[in-house]
Nanobody
Framework: QVQLVESGGGLVQPGGSLRLSCAAS????????MGWYRQAPGKERGLVGT???????NYADSVKGRFTISRDAAKNTVYLQMNSLEPEDTAVYCC???????????????WGQGTQVTVSS
């Protein structure tokens, strides 16, 4: 019932910035939280940051102070502003949403397809 559409990835030089967007579609659900995870080559997928429906944020230690997650509740869209990017930030960034069905209250999760972020000179 929910689909995620990501955008904003690309190639950036070290020290640069990128902004990722993730829009969720689905009118019969209540979105509880949205967030970003990333997976670098040869590594497991890990948390970047999440934001709840109340605006509470959580970040991985490696991105604190550099990345900011925000949301537009009216558009069911979450943004990830990434500043001071480092080569170690190179990864596929995937959007995640946790939501409940309005009809049953059942909790589900959905993942986006991912967007590549490459930090290189």
């Amino acid at each position: 019932q929910v689909q995620l559409v990501e955008s904003g990835g690309g190639l950036v030089q070290p020290g640069g910035s990128l902004r990722l967007s993730c829009a969720a579609s689905g009118s019969i659900v209540n979105i509880m939280s949205m967030g970003w995870y990333r997976q670098a080559p040869g590594k497991e997928r890990g948390l970047v940051g999440t934001i709840t429906s109340r605006g509470t944020t959580n970040y991985a230690d490696s991105v604190k102070g550099r990345f900011t997650i925000s949301r537009d509740a009216a558009k069911n869209t979450v943004y990830l502003q990434m500043n001071s990017l480092e080569p170690e930030d190179t990864a596929v960034y995937c959007c995640n949403a946790g939501y409940t069905l309005r009809s049953s209250g059942r909790y589900l999760e959905v993942w986006g397809q991912g967007t590549q972020v490459t930090v290189s000179s």
